[in-house]
């Protein structure tokens, strides 16, 4: 008779997946900023916010199999796993990162999923099930779109290489036992760790088509006017940019503060994905209007001064509760002259992105409020952040009219 998974080993195996669902989504976090290609950015994006909700889901089931502490969370299955993921972390250039991630990790952790599915105890342990199933499909879609990247990025030759090593070490740190539950089975824990840290960053990357000026004087983009082509074609070239800095900047919080509530990191890694959808959603409305990438100059400004504060609430306070709080003034002015110039696909799409902004303006009014009640210091310094940055070298020319900000 087949071996069936007791409730002690789904916890043993349950945390382990945690763990590793949780490095992933911290992986494309930490990358995004890094990642040469829009097209990867914006799926990091969405498939970050898919990675930490299957990690929600596992911490769901840990409590009701009787894994009430702590300790039965986010397990790391061993040194040797911790070590290899922090490779491929490492690892630079987005084909060796893709190959990494999607060619070794994630099929590792699907192949564990359908080992685990397989020798559940059914239908006591239907609950696991219905969970893994749901993940596993999710992976392989991963999986799937990742190879259609793969196969157009440029070619290098070492990138065979590359992954044959990555699968040995695989192999070596987390054999799949025969007739076990896939390759993360061991019982022990590992004791290893890595934080996933970047140095001072002055610009996200952005492919050779963006022009980015460097002195923020310069950028005049925001006087433009919603009412003609021309200027939609302005507006939406500047938010397109800026939706690829907030699907970076998100996660960048991910990867920075592990320490972070788990709620405020699903509220994170949800923007990403909302901001993903943005940037897919204001291109398409771009080019339908005749525009293009990198038709404009653009700037990045207000990246330098959130990436890199050490406080993740003073990044909210800038850039949700301050510069996202601009932006649905914008969106509603926007709003309104499509609406009296008859453009009422933008109205609809606009729409949509101004009930995302609202959200994540309060995503940073929430945080700051929750995390600061009790330490009233940190909250005026967190408060006092975005003047402090914005006095003398506000970069655009506002201009939206106030009067339609009722809506
Ligand atoms: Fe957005
Ligand atoms: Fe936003």
New binding site residues.
Partial sequence: MTETLSVQRNLELLGRYQYLEIQMMELMGSWACTILDPEIKIAFGRQMYQDAVHADLLGKRIPELKGRSAHFHAIPPSDGVVRLIERVWKAEGDLKRMVGLYRILKPALIEAYRSHIAMAELPADEPTVYILRHIADEERDHCTWAEKVISRLPADPLTGEWERDLARELREVAPAASGGVGPFTGAGRGTYAFTKVHGYSLLPVRDSRWDIIADPGEFTEKNWSFDTQEGKQHLLHDLLNS?FI?VERMGRILADFPGIPWQMKLDMARQAW??AR?AEIVQRRLEELGGRVGMFKTSCWGWEQDVNRPDPLERLALSNMTFESESCKHLRDWIKKAKEGGDERSVQLLDF?LA??VNHVLYGVHWIDELTRDDPERRKRVLAYPKGVLEGQHPVGVRFDETTNAR
């Fill in positions: 939706e907030t909302d901001e943005h992105l995302d902004e």
